[in-house]
């Protein structure tokens, strides 16, 4: 099994890819190119990369929920609470998020957009938006979208297995 892995290339081209078996190359491959993307698109955005997914993962829990409190984040996230708390109170220091007491319910604390927070948002939002229209004129519709259902397939089993 493991002199399949070192084979040559030739080999594995050799095969159709639906029987062709993953290798290590593959793997380190996908690794490599995850990360150059994830670094080019850090370049891009004007906040660290943790940061905007925390930001994005709020907006779309406001947009379902009337309010939204630091344990929801956590599960969306999958981060610990102590995680959420210094990313929220870092978020919350440059002004991009505020956190209230609930009214109701003392112990608990409301997390939302101050305006500073919701322009950036919408910026970035933006900024994303022309760029994937860009990369989808160059690489077609139909393309696309394929690869986002492949890649958001790919996501949810990766994460299923990894869990």
Known sequence: MKAKDTESSEWQESEPPEERKVTLEDYQQLIIQMRKAN???QQMCNIPSGELTMLLTLRRL???KAFVIPSDI???MKLS???VSRM???LERKGYL???SSEEDHRYVK???TPRGKQLITEELEKCCMLL???KERMGEREMNRFLHYYSEFCAILIDEIL
């Open 133 to 135: 229209e860009r990369v």
């Open 39 to 41: 670094v080019q698109f």
């Open 111 to 113: 997390v939302q957009f």
């Open 74 to 76: 956590g599960d969306a």
């Open 62 to 64: 406001l947009l379902v």
């Open 98 to 100: 505020e956190m209230k």
């Open 88 to 90: 929220l109170h870092n």
């Open 81 to 83: 609470r102590p995680a």
